[in-house]
């Protein structure tokens, strides 16, 4: 399958298993008339492997090289999870070394009361990872607790853009952002 080929199958599951037509409250605040779990489609069988590849292809064909320009990738539990962890195995069929890592809401407060699970991302170069972004609230909040914990944040990456400021917030703190399905792609549009 072509990079075209896995997003436009991607891009119909979302919309098949993750597209709610109700009124929701958003993780921002916000009221909206649609929701999309994408838990429904990043813990999939057949969406999740996609959502590794496409996000790889994504990032690659926006300048980001897995081992040249990021070398882990992960963002705030739990949405980013199944994110980080189906790009590391897409990355692993390709024969490319790509750790994945959590940010905890707060650090734990017995064991090593670490806030970042994972490899250690001290002095990495990282990407941060969403499923879906209203606000681009959850990742900055890793972005800037990775940068806190010793990483370089090189960009952020979402599945789904919902189209409501998260790209300029992110990219007015100074971070690229991208988005692999907008609402267009999903039939919000």
């Given amino acids: 399958m072509t990079n075209d080929s896995h997003r436009a199958r991607l891009a119909g599951l979302v919309q098949e298993l993750s597209v709610i037509h109700e009124k929701v409250t958003l993780a921002s605040g916000r009221e909206s008339d649609f ?17 590794g590849h496409v996000m790889l292809d994504l ?66 170069n990282v990407v941060v990872l969403e499923d879906t972004s209203t606000t681009g609230g959850s990742p900055l909040e890793a972005a800037l607790a990775l940068r806190e914990a010793g ?24 971070f690229p952002y991208f988005y692999a399905l907008g609402l267009e792609d999903i039939g919000l549009a």
Avoid at 90 to 99: K, T
Avoid at 110 to 121: A, C, F, L, Q, Y
Avoid at 152 to 170: C, F, L, Q, S
């Fill in 35 to 51: 929701y999309v779990d994408m838990r429904r489609s990043t813990l999939h069988h057949e969406a999740a492997p996609l959502i």
């Fill in 59 to 124: 990032l690659e064909e926006s300048g980001f090289a897995v081992g040249e320009e990021y070398v882990a990738v992960g963002g705030l539990t739990m949405g980013a999870d199944p994110v980080a962890t189906a790009m590391m195995h897409a990355a692993a069929s390709r024969g490319l070394d790509l750790d994945a890592f959590v940010v905890r809401k707060a650090a734990k407060d017995h064991g090593m009361k670490r806030r970042i699970e994972g490899p250690d991302v001290v002095g990495k």
């Fill in 151 to 174: 990483a370089n944040v090189v960009a952020v990456a979402v599945i789904v853009d919902r189209a409501t400021g998260a790209k300029e917030r992110i990219e007015a703190e100074g």
